[in-house]
Structure formats: C-alpha cells, structure tokens
C-alpha cells in the first residue's frame, strides 16, 4: 500500500515502522470505503420501493451490521495497540543517552527556525531575551563561556548520518508545527515549553536526491514554443468618467508642475484617470495587457538602432514586453518558463564538441534548458535541490509559506569538517604583528 501513497523517501530508522502503520490504516479505510459502499447498495437494491411498497416498522432482524461494527472496532484497537501506541511510546521513552547522540537546539518564529549548537564542550550557553536582535535572534550571551564556542545557523539544520540526533524544540511566538517529511518526524512547538524528539537518520541527502531522480524532457518543453503578437499601440482621449483597466500606459506622465501622476505599465483605473483628466490631459498612448508573465523569450530583441530590449530566457513580463513594444517589435517567439529552480541536474552533459553544458548539481534554469535544448539533448535527469527540507505545517501566519528550512544529512567525516569550519568563524583571526618597531630597532642598531 505504501507504494502507491506517494509517500517521500524514507530516511530514518523508525521510518519504515512509520510507513507501515500508515498502510495498515489505508487498507482499513480503503476496506471500510469498498465494504459500506457495497452494504449502502445492496440495501438500496433490497429495500426499493417497488419490492416494499408498505413499510415494515419492525426492520431487519439480523445482527450483520453489528457484527460489522465490532469487527471494525477490533481491527481500530489492534492498530491503536498493537501498533500505534507501542511505537509512539518509542518515540518519547526510550531516549538515546545524550552522550551518544547530536543534540542541537531549535527555536522557532515567525518565520524561521534558529538552530543552536553547543559546540566543543557540548555545554549549550546562556541566552537571554534581553539581547534578542536581528544579528542574535536566539540572545546568545557571548560573555558567557559556555556559548563563546557555541554555533548558529538560521533555516539550516545540519547532522551527520547513522548517529542518533536529539533535537530540543522550543518557539519564540505563535504554535509552529516542526515538520521533517523525509524523516518522518513531526512535532509541535508550544510556546513556553521545551519539547525534546529524537530520529536517526540512515539516509544522507544526497542519497535521498538519488533516489528521487527522474528523467525531464527539455524536448517536450521546446515544441510548446509559439510566435506571439505584441500588444498594439494607441493613442486615447480620455474623459473624467473614462475607467480603461485593460489598457496600460506606455509612457510617463506628469502633472504641470513635473510631479509624477502615473509611470509607465501602470493601469488606467477611473483614479488614474481622474488625476490624469486633472493635470489638463486628454491623451495618452496605451496599449491592452500581454499577459505573458509565464512565458521566457527564445531569442534576443533589440530595437532598430541596436539597443538591446530583451534578451533570450527573459521573461516576459509586462515592463519586458512594454520594452519591446515601444521598440517597434511587432512579435517573439517565445516559450513556457519550465518552472524547474527547485531541482538540479544530476549528470553530466556535453555539446557534439565535446564542450561542458552541464555539471551534476548544476541549478535547471530556462538559460541551461535553452543550451541543452540547441546541443539537440532532449532528456536529462534532475532532482530536487532540497529534497530534505524543514517544512511548518502549522497555518501560523500570512507568511506561513516562507518558513522553510534545509536539513543537510552528511557523513561523519564531512560533519566534522563543517563544524570546524563553523568554529573557525568565531575565533576572530589574529592580528598581524607590528613590525614597524622592530624595522626601526634594527635600523638603529646598524647606525
């Protein structure tokens, strides 16, 4: 069943333990919808109508549907017992020992989750609210010694793999809902507590980025290119009660004493109309909306005397095409943006010379599909660039959507390395010696 959920990978050791209660769930539901849906019709059938055209007051007389029913509360405490309770008792019982585990420290926000390290000593540091600020949002004292080796990092959790991890999660603000889908950890923050969890992880991410390759065809995204007329100039008169919100102007305009009053692509709604009206003007030039935001241009505009407009893979968006409007450019060809900034590709690729196009890891761009496309490569396998992400799926706030984090599985070699890096950073590096004293001791010593 699992399969066909369209579940993430799976990268943690109580992931598939996680997996199979959740399918042992759906064959319930997927039995219950199939066994009621076929008990609703048999009834309809059986109790038409036409079969009882008088009503029988004392009913069906068999227990069927309450021998149902208990079965179905049996198979709910089986799943409930047997399964869901003994692994969530796992989950915030049997704790690794902290001495055996990485142990970081998350603070969240509206909108970011701040991640704390303890450091060499393993000791977390002071922190105090009053020095809370857009440079220290966690208040770390630094005067303390216990944090002067302490290391943060805002949106980017990072843990080396096959090692246990104990995350301590607290929120600064509203509830926000701590949310690792490839690990299958999930965990409310509530303001005012300290809430600990656990997971280890077996996966790195780049063996999850594998996992999750597939095959995008740069071919399918081309043959939807098309030639687009661009929009027609016009000179209007406008009047006071004119409100023209399809047309959009094609120059700036000024009021008698040279304050602007509308600036080009702006829409000449019946406000912008009556301060136009206002200023003593009666005409403008002004032309519909392209609505081409979703498109990228497949070749490079230029006007008559060689200025450039528009250059290929830009999109079109309506400053683009008001550009290539004034410049006397009747139409472009152009294409859909593929949309494709979330993956990277995950092989390499070179033209007929011989010439690198792309390298794995490489960013999918409407540049790089352009270059693919004109090297004649129809298909090339990508990825997701973040396929282990730190999502909150707790609604809270309008900015929700914003507060996504990245979660960087590595080995314990390269964990190590990172950390020393981190470290480095807060040891300020040292001064360079004077020696300007010492050029001028030895001068005098030689006179």
Request: aromatic share 6%; proline share 6%; with cysteine.
């Amino acid at each position: 069943m699992e399969q066909y959920l369209g579940l993430p990978p799976d990268g943690s050791a109580h992931g598939p333990a996680i997996d199979h209660l959740i399918g042992l769930v759906h064959w319930l539901m997927l039995i219950l919808f199939v066994g009621w849906g076929i008990f609703y019709l048999v009834i309809l059938f059986r109790f038409r109508k036409s079969r009882n055209p008088k009503a029988n007051y004392s009913g069906v007389k068999s227990h069927v549907s309450s021998y149902l029913e208990v079965a179905v509360l049996i198979v709910e405490v089986i799943l409930l017992v047997g399964f869901s309770i003994p692994l969530w008792s796992k989950r915030v019982d049997a704790f690794p020992l902290e001495k055996d585990a990485t142990v970081v420290r998350i603070v969240a926000e509206q909108f970011a989750w701040n991640v704390h390290y303890p450091g060499p000593d393993g000791k977390f540091g002071r922190t105090s609210i009053k020095l809370i600020d857009s440079d220290n949002p966690l208040g770390l004292d630094r005067s303390d010694p216990d944090a002067k080796d302490d290391i943060t990092t805002i949106n980017q959790l990072t843990l080396p793999v096959n090692k246990p991890v104990i995350i301590q999660l607290s929120t600064k603000d509203v509830i926000h809902s701590f949310n690792l889908p490839a690990f299958r950890v999930k965990q409310d923050a509530i303001p005012g507590q300290l809430i600990p969890l656990w997971f280890t992880p077996v996966k790195t991410t780049n063996q999850i980025r594998e996992e999750l390759t597939k095959t995008f065809s740069v071919s399918d995204v081309m043959k939807k290119s098309r030639i687009f007329s661009m929009p027609v100039m016009a000179r209007l008169t406008v009047k006071s009660s004119d409100h023209m919100d399809d047309m959009m102007v094609m120059q700036d305009i000024n009021d008698s004493t040279g304050n602007a009053i509308m600036s080009k692509g702006d829409r000449l709604t019946s406000d912008n109309v009556a301060k136009i009206t206002t200023a003593g003007s009666v005409e403008v030039t002004a032309r519909p909306p392209a609505n081409l935001d979703k498109y990228v241009s497949n070749e490079d505009y230029a006007d008559s005397a060689g200025h450039p407009l528009v250059a290929k893979n830009d999109n079109l968006t309506e400053d683009a095409v008001t550009k290539l409007v004034a410049g006397g450019i009747k139409s472009v060809s152009a294409r859909p943006a593929a949309n494709m900034d979330n993956y990277v590709i995950m092989d390499e690729y070179k033209d007929s010379g011989g010439a690198a196009l792309a390298s794995k890891g490489d960013a999918v761009s409407d540049d790089l599909i352009s270059k693919l496309a004109a090297a004649h490569i129809g298909q090339v396998k990508v990825s997701l660039a973040t396929p282990t992400e730190i999502a909150c799926a707790q609604l809270c706030g309008l900015g929700h959507y914003r507060m996504r984090g990245y979660v960087n599985i590595v080995s314990q070699g390269e964990y190590d390395t990172w950390l020393s890096q981190q470290e480095a950073s807060l040891t300020p590096p040292a001064a360079a010696p004077d020696t300007s004293q010492t050029a001028s001791d030895s001068t005098t010593s030689h006179n």
